[in-house]
């Protein structure tokens, strides 16, 4: 069994401002609402408390939470802000590592990726209409990630379509 966080990343530059999508960066504003008090720290918060009441550890003793984001710029953002907001509650994360699975939101890789992962507890950030799409898919339940939006499921051994089970949602953080 293993735990995943689903999150969509923070409000991002508009599109047309003559950067390739994957350079669009957070706005200072999107970045500013995940690392006040009142965003990640916040989510996390709910989540970990989320996690507790369904008997869950997102970080058993001795081992990181492991951080994946799409190679775009506004996820790692995003990463960056999710991992020090997990940081500043304790918890071991994990450097960023890049998937391409969720720039491509390629279901299939992602899913692969998911099956041979080592860690028990994992965070992607991503993009729309990815998040949205794999959580349905996974759990049965339609959900709308705003941005800065976390979805934590219990994913059974044997993943397949509708067997994971959706513990928390949190809306993302007002910019």
Request: proline share 7%.
């Amino acid at each position: 069994m293993k735990q995943l966080i689903l999150i969509r990343h923070g409000k991002p530059e508009p599109t047309g401002t003559g950067k390739p999508d994957a350079l669009r960066e957070l706005t200072p504003a999107g970045r500013a609402a995940l690392a006040a008090p009142t965003g990640f720290e916040t989510t996390f918060t709910e989540l970990l408390a989320d996690a507790e009441g369904a008997g869950l550890d997102l970080a058993p003793e001795g081992q990181s939470i492991a951080l994946w984001t799409s190679p775009a710029v506004r996820a790692h953002q995003t990463a960056d802000e999710a991992r020090g907001a997990l940081e500043r509650l304790g918890r071991s994360v994990s450097a960023p590592v890049e998937h391409t699975s969720l720039w491509e939101q390629d279901d299939a890789a992602f899913l692969a990726e998911l099956a041979q992962a080592q860690a028990t507890s994992i965070v992607a950030c991503g993009h729309i209409p990815f998040m949205n799409r794999i959580c349905t898919w996974l759990t049965g339940e339609e959900v709308a990630f705003t941005p800065g939006a976390a979805a934590l499921i219990v994913l059974p051994d044997e993943v397949a379509e509708g067997a994971a089970a959706l513990i928390s949602f949190i809306d993302g953080p007002a910019v």
